[in-house]
């Protein structure tokens, strides 16, 4: 982050740059704004940008909380009942320090909380009483955070939010089935978050996450579109934003069989949304399939860009599971290995920053941010942070 002083008028202002790769953001009179370079030097590595690891099952290892079927928000959960150990456990991960942490609300959602019973809610809880359990995530993640990192407000596929949940499997219901029916959700959704005061000041990224099908993916991208300036909104393109997808089992596919290049091109397209992605990505994956999906990555990228079907370099966002191979099971809401599992051949942070070594010299992406998804511990992000910067220094 750069402070900097100019003269207007004989007054002196104070304002902040920061620099993210191609992005910029400007903080000046309490107003943020980003302007983004489409340009890039071939010759250079893209900069590295580290992200935190597994919320969820990090206070399940280590803080010992338990989730299950009373617990639909999952660590959303801890803001109504136990906001302290939810400061705590991403303190965890902003004293590493990491560039970019996620608030704990990616399994919000109206239904989530409709469904979430306490004493003073036997009920559940209503649609206007969500608001300050949204803006206590925010809050939380301000608090917790490196003095330079930034914020990225965390939101889950329509599949987290149903009951067992299915964002590894895709497998939706039939009111939630169409492009129509997922954007109508997705919209309703983020006005429960376009009510939280100064949030386009307060965060830097919006991460829709481990989106497993083609058709939630083009959902997404129509909902951002542009609004007249008067009109406050977080969908109209002024708050970078990346999507990341899932691909479980043994294929490259997400799991409605869509391959690589469709997911790229759907994350991509101009047709669906003059509003670009400032990243695409991968999380909630195995990551021994890093490197075989960042190849796929980078090969349809430089393939839309050498058709002119690019005007900006998009950045990569890399999060795999912080497993060794352990399969999650949606019913139990366990992990177990699967049969015939072997060992790793090497560590989990020397396989992704392998990764990484690898979209860095595609030279096809702005920047490259990495963390970790479910069983990341912040033990994880601080080795895999050690060796990145390692590998800087060297470059």
């Not at 983004?36 to 206070?59: C, E, F, K, R, Y």
């Not at 906001?83 to 965890?92: G, I, M, V, W, Y």
């Not at 067992?164 to 009111?175: I, M, R, T």
């Not at 370099?313 to 139990?332: A, C, F, K």
């Amino acid at each position: 982050m750069y402070r900097m002083k100019m003269c207007m008028e004989a007054v002196e202002v104070e304002y902040n740059v920061t620099i993210y790769g191609s992005l910029i953001n400007i903080r000046f009179f309490g107003h943020r704004f980003q302007v983004q370079l489409s340009w890039m030097d071939t010759n250079s590595l893209a900069p590295v940008l580290i992200l935190d690891g597994g919320l969820g099952t990090s206070l399940e290892d280590k803080y010992g909380v338990k989730f299950d079927e009373t617990t639909p928000l999952w660590s959303s959960h801890l803001l109504i009942d136990n906001p302290e150990t939810l400061r705590a456990c991403q303190r965890d991960f902003g004293n590493i320090p990491v560039d970019i942490l996620l608030t704990a609300t990616y399994q919000v959602s109206v239904e989530a909380f409709a469904r979430t019973k306490t004493p003073d809610h036997p009920k559940g809880f209503d649609r206007y009483e969500i608001l300050p359990f949204l803006d206590l995530a925010i809050s939380i993640a301000e608090e917790t955070k490196a003095p330079k990192a930034q914020v990225a407000l965390s939101l889950g596929p329509y599949g987290a939010c149903m009951v067992p949940s299915q964002e590894y499997s895709g497998k939706y219901d039939a009111e939630h089935s169409s492009i129509d029916q997922l954007l109508a959700w997705h919209y309703d959704r983020f006005q429960l978050f376009d009510q939280i005061d100064h949030l386009g000041s307060r965060i830097s990224f919006i991460a829709l996450e481990t989106v497993p099908r083609l058709d939630e993916i083009k959902a997404i991208r129509k909902l951002f579109t542009r609004t007249p300036s008067n009109v406050s909104s977080i969908l109209n393109g002024d708050i970078a934003f990346w999507i990341s997808c899932v691909f479980p089992g043994e294929n490259y596919t997400l799991p409605d069989g869509s391959v690589v290049d469709q997911v790229v091109d759907a994350l991509l397209n101009t047709c669906y949304s003059d509003i670009v992605p400032w990243g695409i990505g991968i999380n909630c994956t195995k990551v021994t399939k890093l490197r075989g999906l960042v190849e796929l990555f980078g090969a349809a990228v430089t393939k839309m860009a050498s058709g002119g079907r690019l005007e900006t370099r998009p950045s990569l966002v890399l999060y795999p599971d912080g497993t060794n191979g352990e399969v999650y099971d949606t019913t139990t809401k366990t992990w177990h290995p699967p049969a015939g599992l072997q060992a790793p051949t090497s560590p989990w942070e020397h396989q992704l920053a392998d990764a990484v070594a690898l979209a860095r010299n595609q030279h096809c992406w702005r920047s490259i941010v990495v963390g970790g998804c479910c069983k990341a511990t912040h033990d994880d992000i601080s080795k895999l942070r050690a060796i990145v910067r390692n590998d800087d220094a060297y470059n």
